[in-house]
C-alpha cells in the first residue's frame, strides 16, 4: 500500500512519467517471476528515473518501515542487465558506491535440485579462477530464498550483442578475442575447470584495461556448464550427475562432436572446438552450421565437415584459416590438442605492425547493458545423436599403465617433449629436461615437476620463451645458494610462467631477479626472500611474496589477488597493484601507480608515498601509525574509494597538481595538509567528494 502511495505522489507531482511507472511495473514483473519481491517505487529509483533528491521529498511525506529494497550482502539490486539459461543478471550497488552484477537463479529452476547444483557449481568454479580475461567473482549465497552470485560489473556488451549492433569482427580484432579468450581458457584448465559453454553470448567485451596496450578487454563469464576435475569437489564429475553418458550439455552452434555425441570423457579440446566455433561465427557473421531444430544442427555438427573456404572469400588471412581448421576437427585426436600450441599459433599471426595498428584501433563503447539485453535461449539437454567408439575399460587400463611407466623413464622425457606433452621431472632430471625444453619447438615446452628441493639459481632466458615450469603438487621448492636469486631471468625470455612453486632466495637476496627485458608470470606461487626486476614484466596472480620488493628501470610489475609481506619500492618504473594486501611501506619515484581494490598496512610512516609519480586509486585502505599518503610533485587525477587511518595527518600533499581532478568516496580520519580545507576529516565525518 505504502507503495503505491509513493508512486502515485511521485507521478502527481511530475516527478516520474506513467511511461516510467510503466517501464518500472514490467521490470517488477520480471522480479516476480524469479521470485524476487521488489517495490515500484524502488525500482523507480533503481533504473535512475526518480532523483535522489526527489525521493527524499517523498519520503518525508510517506515513511513505512514496510518499504525495502531487495538487499543481497549489502548491495541494493538494481535495474536488470541481462538474461541467462538459470536466471537474470541484475546491476546492483553497495552504500559505499561499489557496483557489482548479480546473477538471479530462477524462482521456478530453483525448486529444481539439479538446477540448484548446477548454480552452486557456477559459483564454486568463477570463486576458483583469477584471470584478466575471466569475470571476477566475489562471493555467492542465499537471500531471503533466492540463490545468488556476486560477480564483476563489466561495463562492455557481449560479443552477441557486438555482433548483433555492429557487424562481424574484423580479422585483427577477432585475433585479439582469440587470444584473450584462449589464455582465459587455459587458466580455467590449468585450474581443473572445463567451460563446456564457449559461445558469444559468453564472452563480454569491456574497455581495454588502464596501463595495458590493448583495443579491449574481453572477459569470460557463464560458468554454468562447467565441470570441474576430481581435485576440485566436483562431486557431479564422479556420481554422473549432470554431466553422465548419453546428454548433450551446450549450445548446439558451439557444440564440439564429442558433446553433441554424448561423451562424458571430454576434454580442453571441447573447449577449443567451441572457441574455434565462436570466432567463424564473429568473423563470417554466422555460425557453422543451420537447421530447423538443435537436434539437427548437432548432427551436422558430428558429421559434417567445416567449410573453410567462406572464410578465405571474407578475406581472412590464411594463417588464422588453418588455425581455425586445427581448431574446428572432428576428430579430437586430429584437433589441436592444447592452449600452448593455440597460444603459440595465435601470437604468431601478425607482425608487430599490425598489433600496434591494432592497438591504435577505438575500443569499443560501453553500453549499459552486460551480459546482452535480449533473452538468451538456454543450453540444451537432449538425447545424444550419435557417439564415438571410446576404449574399454581394460583398454584404458593398459594405456594408463603404459603411460606411467614410459613418464618415470628417462628416455620418456623426450618423447613426450616431441609431442608437446609435459615431462614430470624431479631435481636429478630438472638440468637435463631444461636444456631439452630450450631446443624443444614453441608450443612443447612444459615441465611438470615433481615434489622436492631444486637447489642452486635457475637462469631463464631468450631460448626459454613459453616456458611452463608447473608443480605436480605441494613440496616443489627452487632454493637459491646463498647471496644468490631461485631464479634469475636474462634479456629475451617471453611468456614464461611458473605455477605453484615455493622459490627461496639466498641470505640477504631476492628470490626471483629479472635484467633487461623479458617477461614472466607467476600463479599461485610463494616467494621468500624478495623480488628485483629490473626493466622486465612480471606478474603475480595468487602468490605471496615476503620480503622487499624492487621495481627500477621501466620495469613493470603487476599483483592481483596476491599478498606481499614487505616495502614495496618503485624507482622509475610501474606498479599495478590488484585485489591484494600489502603488509608494508609502497614508494613510487618517477613512475607510475594504479591501485584497484588494496589494503595497505605499515609500520612505519607514511604507508603510500609518491615522489613525481602519477597516480590512479580505487578503493584503497591506508593504515600508518603517521602519514598515511605523502605526495611531491605528484598527480593523483583519480581517487574512487580512499580510506585512511592513523594518528598522523592522513594526507600531506605538496609540488605540483594536475590542473583537473575528481576525488570521490573517501574517508580521513584526521585532517589532510596542502589540499583544500573541504575535505571532511574526524571519526564521524562521511565519504565526500572534491573537484578541482
Not at 572457441?275 to 537447421?291: F, N, V
Request: proline share 7%; net charge neutral.
Amino acid at each position: 500500500m505504502e507503495d503505491d502511495r509513493l508512486v502515485q505522489l511521485a507521478l502527481s507531482r511530475g516527478y516520474v512519467t506513467t511511461e516510467q511507472v510503466e517501464r518500472a511495473k514490467a521490470e517488477q514483473k520480471t522480479l516476480a517471476d524469479r521470485g524476487v519481491d521488489h517495490g515500484v517505487y524502488f525500482l523507480l529509483q533503481d533504473l535512475g528515473f526518480l532523483a535522489e533528491g526527489d525521493a527524499r521529498d517523498l519520503r518525508r511525506s510517506v515513511s513505512s518501515s514496510a518499504i525495502r529494497a531487495l538487499e543481497v550482502d549489502g548491495y541494493v539490486i538494481q535495474g536488470r542487465l541481462g538474461s541467462g539459461g538459470m536466471g537474470d543478471v541484475f546491476r546492483a550497488a553497495h552504500p559505499d558506491g561499489r557496483m557489482v552484477a548479480v546473477k538471479l537463479l530462477s524462482g521456478k529452476l530453483a525448486k529444481s535440485e539439479e538446477y540448484v547444483r548446477r548454480f552452486l557449481r557456477e559459483g564454486r568454479a568463477m570463486q576458483r579462477l583469477v584471470h584478466p580475461h575471466i569475470v571476477g567473482v566475489s562471493g555467492a549465497g542465499e537471500s531471503l530464498g533466492t540463490r545468488y552470485i556476486l560477480m564483476e560489473l563489466v561495463e562492455g556488451p557481449s560479443l552477441k550483442t557486438w555482433l548483433i549492433e555492429k557487424g562481424r569482427l574484423d580479422p585483427a580484432h577477432a585475433a585479439v578475442v582469440l587470444r584473450q579468450m584462449a589464455e582465459a581458457l587455459e587458466n580455467a584448465w590449468s585450474h581443473g575447470v572445463l567451460h563446456r559453454d564457449v559461445k558469444p553470448a559468453n564472452i563480454l567485451v569491456g574497455p581495454p584495461r588502464p596501463g595495458v596496450d590493448e583495443p579491449f578487454c574481453a572477459k569470460l563469464c557463464d560458468f554454468g556448464l562447467a565441470r570441474m576435475g576430481p581435485d576440485a569437489g566436483d562431486p557431479d564429475l564422479s556420481r554422473g550427475g549432470l554431466t553422465g553418458t548419453g546428454l548433450a550439455l551446450g549450445t548446439p552452434h558451439y557444440m564440439s562432436p564429442e558433446q553433441a555425441s554424448g561423451e562424458h570423457d571430454v576434454d580442453q579440446r571441447a573447449d577449443i572446438y567451441g572457441l574455434g566455433a565462436t570466432l567463424y561465427h564473429a568473423l563470417l557473421g554466422q555460425t557453422l552450421y543451420s537447421g530447423k531444430s538443435s537436434a539437427v544442427i548437432m548432427y551436422k555438427q558430428v558429421t559434417e565437415n567445416v567449410d573453410l573456404n567462406q572464410l578465405r572469400q571474407a578475406g581472412v588471412d590464411e594463417p588464422l584459416v588453418d588455425l581455425l581448421g586445427a581448431m574446428l576437427q572432428k576428430r579430437r585426436s586430429a584437433r589441436i590438442a592444447t592452449w600452448a600450441e593455440v597460444l603459440q599459433r595465435v601470437r604468431a599471426l601478425a607482425p608487430a605492425s599490425a598489433v600496434a595498428a591494432l592497438s591504435a584501433s577505438p575500443a569499443p563503447q560501453s553500453p549499459t547493458v552486460t551480459p546482452p539485453a535480449q533473452p538468451t535461449p538456454p543450453p540444451v539437454t537432449v538425447p545424444t545423436v550419435g557417439q564415438a567408439p571410446r576404449p574399454t575399460g581394460i583398454g584404458r587400463r593398459v594405456l594408463l599403465t603404459v603411460a606411467l611407466v614410459a613418464l618415470v623413464s628417462a628416455g620418456a622425457m623426450g618423447w613426450a617433449l616431441s609431442r608437446g606433452g609435459p615431462a614430470p621431472v624431479d631435481p636429478a632430471g630438472f638440468a637435463a629436461a631444461l636444456v631439452a625444453i630450450g631446443q624443444a619447438d614453441a608450443g612443447q615446452r612444459t615441465i611438470v615437476l615433481l615434489p622436492g628441493t631444486y637447489a642452486g639459481t635457475i637462469r631463464l632466458g631468450a631460448g626459454h620463451r613459453g616456458l611452463r615450469l608447473r608443480a605436480a603438487g605441494p613440496g616443489v621448492e627452487l632454493t637459491g645458494p646463498a647471496g644468490g636469486p631461485a631464479v634469475l631471468c636474462e634479456p629475451g625470455l617471453l611468456d614464461a610462467r611458473l605455477e605453484g612453486v615455493h622459490l627461496r632466495g639466498g641470505v640477504g637476496a631476492v628470490a626471483l631477479e629479472t635484467v633487461g627485458a623479458c617477461e614472466l608470470s607467476l600463479i599461485d606461487a610463494r616467494l621468500d626472500g624478495g623480488l628485483t626486476i629490473g626493466g622486465g614484466a612480471i606478474s603475480l596472480r595468487q602468490t605471496e611474496v615476503e620480503g622487499r620488493v624492487q621495481v627500477g628501470d621501466r620495469g613493470l610489475l603487476n599483483v592481483s589477488a596476491g599478498r606481499i609481506v614487505g616495502p614495496v619500492t618503485a624507482d622509475r618504473a610501474d606498479l599495478h597493484l590488484q585485489h591484494c594486501t600489502v603488509d608494508g611501506q609502497v614508494v613510487v619515484r618517477s613512475g607510475s601507480l594504479v591501485i584497484d581494490a588494496v589494503r595497505l598496512h605499515a609500520a612505519t610512516a607514511p604507508a603510500l608515498s609518491l615522489d613525481r609519480a602519477q597516480a590512479s586509486v580505487v578503493d584503497l585502505q591506508l593504515d600508518a601509525p603517521g602519514v598515511g599518503l605523502e605526495a611531491q610533485g605528484s598527480g593523483l587525477a583519480k581517487v574512487l574509494g580512499l580510506t585512511i587511518t592513523g594518528a598522523g595527518p592522513s594526507i600531506v600533499w605538496s609540488g605540483e597538481r594536475l590542473a583537473v581532478w575528481t576525488w570521490e568516496r573517501f574517508a580521513l580520519a584526521t585532517p589532510p595538509r596542502g589540499l583544500p580545507g573541504a575535505i571532511p576529516a574526524g571519526p564521524g565525518a562521511d565519504p565526500g567528494r572534491l573537484q578541482h
